[in-house]
Structures are given as C-alpha cells and as structure tokens.
C-alpha cells in the first residue's frame, strides 16, 4: 500500500529503504513534508508519520545519533515562543509514569527553547521504543528506540466509520472496510477516475473508490443483489428493504454523485463497446465457498440451475471456473484498462499447492504485488495489483493458452473442495481432542 501510494504522490521507493519485517516501524525516505503528509490522507495501514531525527539499538545510541541531527533543521521547531510535548510509544511493553517522565526527562539536552503544552502544543516530539514481536519474551531494554517530530495521522478511523456492520446495505460477501481502502490505494484511485468493478454484489469495493473521489460503476450477474431484491444477508432480517441497494449505500456516506451505475450482466460475455477505458479494475471474483461462480448458459449446455429472479426475469446459469474468470479478468484489464491503469483482485491460493508460478499473467500486464491474506492453515487469498503497461493487441487476446501459465492455475478450480476438506479435517481433530 505504502509503494502504490507513493508513486500516486511522485515520489518512489528505494531499495535501499530499511525494511524490518518483524517490526511495526518502518524508516522511509520521503523528498517533502507535503508528501509525506499526502500519503497519510491515504494510508490504513500506517498509524503515524514522524520526521526521524534519530534512532538506536540502545538509549545511548539514541542520544549520539540525536546530537548529531543538523541543529539548523531543529531549532524552527524549539524557538522560545512555541509549545511543545514529548509522547512515549512502546510497541510490546507498558511503562509507568514515573519511568516515561526519567525518559524524556533523558533528553534534556536537545535545545528545547519553548513552553511544554501538554493540550494543545504547536510540535509534538515522540519517543518510540520498540520491545521486539514476541509477548512471551519481552526484553527489560529495547531492541530499537526511535525520536522524531509528529507530521500527521493515518486514516485509521475509515475501518470503523466504515465498518460493514453499520452498512445500509450488505451481502454474504461484502468486503471488509479496511480491506476495502487497501485496495484502493493499490489500484492508485484518485479523484475523477472511472473505476469498475465486474462482480459488484453488494458495492463495498465501489463505496472506498468513491471516498477518494473517482466515479465507479459495475456488473454482476446476481440480478436480485443488483436490484437489492430477496432475503437479506443480515442476522435478524428475513427480507430486503426497498431502499436496500448500492446507490443507497453510496447515498449513506454522502457519495452518491460519484455513483455511475451497476448492470446486471455476465463478464464472461463481451458488452463493453471499444475504446471504453477504465482508470482501474478493483474486485473479489467468487471463489465459490459463500458464493458460487456462475455464468450464462444455454439449454444446448449442461445446465447447472434454472432460476426465476423476478417476475418475467430468467436465467440458465452453468459453472464457470476459477482459471477462466481470472484469465478473462486479466484479458478484459489488459484491452479495457488506460494505460498505466491498475487491475487489483483477490487470488484465492491452497497453500501447500503454492508457487509464484500458479500467478496468472498477461503480456499486457506487470505484476506490481502479491500480498497473502491468511485464511486457514492450509488457504490464503492473494492480493494482485497489475499495471497495465502494452497496449491491447487482438494477438494478445488468447496468449494465456500459450505461456504455460494456465495449467497451472487449473488446479485451482476445486479449490472450494480444498478448502473444505481441511474444514473437515479440523473438525475431526477437535473431535477427537475433546473425546480425549
């Protein structure tokens, strides 16, 4: 997230960047102020933004490391008519009051001119002391300390002013709100974009797009989520509200302008004219756990299911598997996409069965990143972000079937019986753990 959002900034990220993967700190080196403080408008992932003017693997090393920050780039902040206060983070470890004030209390020796404001002080100084991951095997000293100037927050307070439970309107698989911005800013969404998504359910990939300003629109072929019809996903509801549907969410957080519409539609089939482009492509196929793929069928097929919608309103549905809705995915990003465009999408993985080369792709389309999301012990799901960086040729429309990369991915299609056979196998367990 932090990559996708820098370079939606003009900035970039450096190689040489110190990356601790067991650590909640992480030291970036970011040109301005300003763009720090615009990723920070965007980000849920990160709490906090300082500007570092020292770190150590002990007190010592701080203060040696804080003696020699440039004094010029300290003293704008320390001048005798500012106010001030220095906040004491610990990650994995609570101290007492007593042990923050012999801390800051430490650091006497910076030149600090001004009034301490503990309310409303213009600069706020933090101490941050990092006592390692494990909560078992908590250290007396810290393994990392850093001390830096506050520049701004995150925007940690979307996942719950957000949060699915308070939505208007939800489904069985409406996507987590925090996942849901993640999302976004992989796809780089900024405002006035166009932003699709194909299997739309209930919208919660639409509504962060919109947060950011971009228009967004979808498909689906459910028509009774579409139009926000039958039994209601929430616990103690049997039926949907007339006024349960997408734009009614859209309408709850004050973003319906920016709702272009959702059609009932089936992606496997084209009907999208040429030369209609989007600026990014965010969705979660179905994997078939809660929801089961589907496409249009003809009676000529073998027919999975005929249902009735609505009044007036069929469908014949057959299967439709897991390799072909992200190879069409991936086709339809790279012909419909702008350039520079990103396609972002969740990748179900059985992960004893995994490999980087099972990652479908596209002659169209650059992997940019591949995140695991834990599902169980024995399953995950893949966040994907692809940009696309050809443009769309007819010769590229099958290349799929000639790299090698679609038989791979083919064993993913019983990925639903995977998952459930380590269901089951749980369940055994613990029913023989407990006859024990």
């Not at 028509?223 to 039958?230: F, K, R, S, V």
């Not at 995140?371 to 007819?394: A, G, P």
Request: aromatic share 12%; charged share 25%.
């Amino acid at each position: 997230e932090i990559t996708s959002l820098l370079s939606l900034c003009g900035g970039q990220f450096s190689g040489e960047q110190e990356i601790r993967v067991n650590s909640p700190f992480w030291i970036l080196n970011i040109p301005s102020e300003e763009m720090a403080r615009g990723l920070m408008k965007r980000t849920v992932c990160a709490k906090s933004i300082f500007e570092l003017w020292g770190h150590g693997k002990s007190a010592g090393e701080l203060y040696a490391s804080l003696k020699n920050y440039p004094t010029d780039k300290m003293l704008p902040y320390l001048q005798s008519d500012s106010t001030y206060k220095v906040h004491i983070h610990t990650f994995n470890k609570t101290l007492t009051q007593a042990e923050k004030i012999k801390k800051i209390d430490a650091l006497e020796f910076l030149p600090f001119k001004g009034k301490v404001n503990l309310k409303n002080p213009e600069h706020v100084f933090w101490i941050l002391e990092d006592y390692g991951m494990n909560p078992n095997d908590v250290p007396e000293e810290p393994i990392h300390l850093y001390f830096g100037r506050w520049i701004a927050d995150g925007q940690r307070e979307l996942i719950e002013s957000y949060s699915v439970k308070k939505r208007h309107f939800i489904g069985n698989t409406s996507m987590d709100a925090c996942l849901s911005f993640i999302m976004a800013n992989h796809g780089r969404v900024k405002p006035n974009d166009i932003v699709y998504d194909p299997f739309v359910g209930t919208g919660g990939l639409l509504i962060s797009s919109a947060h950011f300003g971009a228009y967004v629109c979808g498909t689906d072929i459910d028509y009774n989520t579409i139009h926000g019809l039958g039994k209601a996903s929430r616990k103690n509801q049997k039926w949907r509200g007339p006024d349960e549907n997408i734009r009614a969410n859209l309408r709850q957080y004050g973003l319906e302008k920016y709702y272009l519409d959702a059609l009932v539609a089936d992606f496997s089939r084209p009907i999208w004219r040429k030369g209609m482009l989007f600026d990014a492509i965010i969705t979660d196929p179905p994997y078939g756990i809660r929801e089961a793929p589907r496409r249009m069928g003809s009676q000529k097929e073998t027919v999975k299911s005929v249902e009735r919608s609505t009044e007036n309103h069929f469908f014949v549905s057959s299967s439709y598997h897991l390799s072909d809705i992200f190879f069409d995915l991936l086709k339809f990003g790279a012909e419909y996409l702008v350039m520079g465009g990103r396609l972002v999408y969740w990748l179900p993985i059985y992960r004893p069965e995994y490999t980087e080369e099972i990652i479908p792709r596209h002659p169209c389309l650059k992997l940019i990143s591949n995140c695991e999301q834990l599902l169980s012990s024995h399953t995950s799901r893949r966040l994907i972000t692809m940009e696309k960086v050809k443009e769309f040729k007819d010769q590229d429309e099958n290349s799929y079937l000639l790299d090698g990369q679609y038989m791979p991915y083919r064993g993913h299609n019983s990925f639903r019986e995977k998952y459930f056979s380590g269901v089951t196998k749980r369940i055994a367990k613990e029913e023989k753990d407990n006859q024990k």
